[in-house]
């Protein structure tokens, strides 16, 4: 069975950067919908950010647009979230997800993440004001 395995969490200070991994295993890589989700304390998982491993367009949420940069290593099988200008409420556990055959969805649907079925553990990240 595939496993998602993210890393790159941490605390840092508001307008520092983090750049966040998931890689994948047990995975083909091919022809996947893959992307980041962000559960901040007490509130409902919402999505970051999408991208497609057969190439395409991404998606990025209208909060972390402009300041996050998703990419992706087909050769490592591994997706990237270049975390840059980061603000207090930026906090939270960021997940990666994936779903195979998946177009990104407009992650700003509430259910946009029971659209993806294989997820990782989470890594938080703390921006402190």
């Known amino acids: 069975e595939g496993q998602l395995v993210e890393s790159g969490g941490g605390l840092v200070q508001a307008g520092g950067s983090l750049k966040l991994s998931c890689t994948f295993s047990g995975f083909t890589f091919d022809n996947y919908g893959i992307g980041w989700f962000r559960q901040a304390p007490g509130k409902e998982r919402e999505g970051v950010s999408c991208i497609s491993t057969s190439g395409g367009s991404t998606y990025y949420a209208d909060s972390w647009k402009g300041r996050f940069t998703i990419s992706t290593d087909n050769a490592k099988k591994t997706m990237y979230l270049q975390m840059n200008s980061l603000k207090p409420e930026d906090t939270g556990v960021y997940y990666c997800?994936?779903?195979?055959?998946?177009?990104?969805?407009?992650?700003?649907?509430?259910?946009?993440?029971?659209?993806?079925?294989?997820w990782g553990q989470g890594t938080q990240v703390t921006v402190s004001s």
């Open positions: 997800a994936a779903e195979w055959g998946l177009n990104c969805p407009n992650l700003k649907h509430p259910r946009a993440a029971d659209l993806f079925g294989s």
